[in-house]
């Protein structure tokens, strides 16, 4: 294994165990009691202190942080929701099964938008198609995601009866589902959590489109008879993606997050819907361990882009060795 790669993991291992201390931390400060919310305001003192020492809630937080990070590392457990008495690991993997392949269709649809929408405009550039997508890039960072949904809804689902408005059928036929109307179900908040990362990295795609067009080596290859298409997607789209590499890393985060708002509006049984009912309940233990989920997802994509890096452009690895 390379020292490139090994510096990676080494900073990956350190990132991970950061973001645990992070998320307990911030959730050790919120105020509110858990076994108070559970058992009610009219609830007996006698009743909540019995129940917080059920839950563990006297122990001390480092007590807590300790118990939980062996729980997952030692034996991939997670705890027992407060508000549901279930597994919080069952829950979670419930949930993902909706949360996962929504932030892969909205990733999907920002890529393809994106990067055919910058090409096109670094090819065109300050005529009317490049003015163009970059009035309307400008216009898709401007728009709310939560209000672009529902402008959506009104025209696919109201007007033209398209696309449901909500609710998800589930992946299994016998479910009353199926692969197909799951998908249906997706493609609206997908959509409206592509918009806005489509515009962006439409936008950044354009910049570095243009500054390797620039190049030397783009001149040559035309020279030498390469069609403008194969300069443009062959050789200038590769030297430009690591500025592009960077901003899907961070958008993936970015759609991560915006299914919590989304999952919502389209009444999606999500991660997101459950981060957001668990935060009402104060079911800490849920929120505790679906953020953190959420952080290592980000994080090792991350480090995943990072590796593409050196894949795309070995003097990167040579310079950090």
């Known amino acids: 294994m390379s020292l490139f790669l090994l510096k990676r993991i080494a900073t990956l291992i350190a990132t991970l165990l950061a973001a645990s201390l992070l998320v307990f931390g911030v959730l050790e400060v919120l105020p509110g009691n858990a076994a108070q919310l559970l058992m009610g305001p009219d609830a007996a ?15 001390s937080a480092w007590s807590r942080y300790g118990d939980w990070m062996a729980g997952l590392l030692l034996r991939g457990d997670m705890g027992l929701s407060y508000a549901y008495s279930t597994p919080v690991a069952e829950l979670i993997a419930e949930r993902l099964a909706l949360t996962v392949p929504l932030a892969l269709v909205a990733m999907a649809l920002t890529t393809g938008i994106a990067l055919s929408a910058g090409v096109f405009a670094a090819a065109r550039h300050n005529r009317a198609g490049d003015i163009g997508i970059m009035g309307l890039s400008q216009l898709g960072i401007a728009v709310p995601n939560f209000w672009f949904a529902i402008l959506l809804i009104l025209l696919f689902s109201v007007h033209l009866q398209w696309l449901p408005a909500g609710g ?18 997706l493609l609206l ?7 806005v ?16 067009l620039r190049e030397d080596f783009v001149r040559s290859a035309r020279a030498k008879g390469l069609s403008r298409r194969g300069a443009l997607w062959g050789h200038a789209l ?30 999606l049984p999500g991660l997101g819907r459950l ?22 997802m980000v994080i090792v994509v991350n480090f995943v882009v990072d590796v593409l890096y050196a894949w795309i452009d070995p003097r990167i690895k040579a310079n950090d060795l």
């Open 238 to 267: 590769r030297n430009a993606m690591i500025p592009v590499l960077t901003v899907m890393g961070l958008q993936f985060a970015n759609l991560l997050a915006g299914t919590i708002v989304v999952e919502n509006v389209f009444y």
């Open 45 to 59: 003192p006698e009743a909540v202190a019995a129940l917080a020492a059920k839950l563990g809630l006297n122990d």
């Open 168 to 185: 998800f059928p589930g992946w299994r036929e016998d479910d009353g589902g199926g692969f197909w109307p799951a998908l249906q179900a």
């Open 197 to 212: 990362q489509a515009a962006i990295l439409a936008r950044i795609t354009r910049s570095a489109m243009l500054e390797v």
């Open 189 to 195: 908040p997908a959509a409206s959590l592509a918009v």
């Open 275 to 296: 981060i957001f009912q668990a935060i009402a309940n104060r079911d800490l233990i849920v929120v505790r361990n679906a953020v953190l989920l959420l952080a290592v």
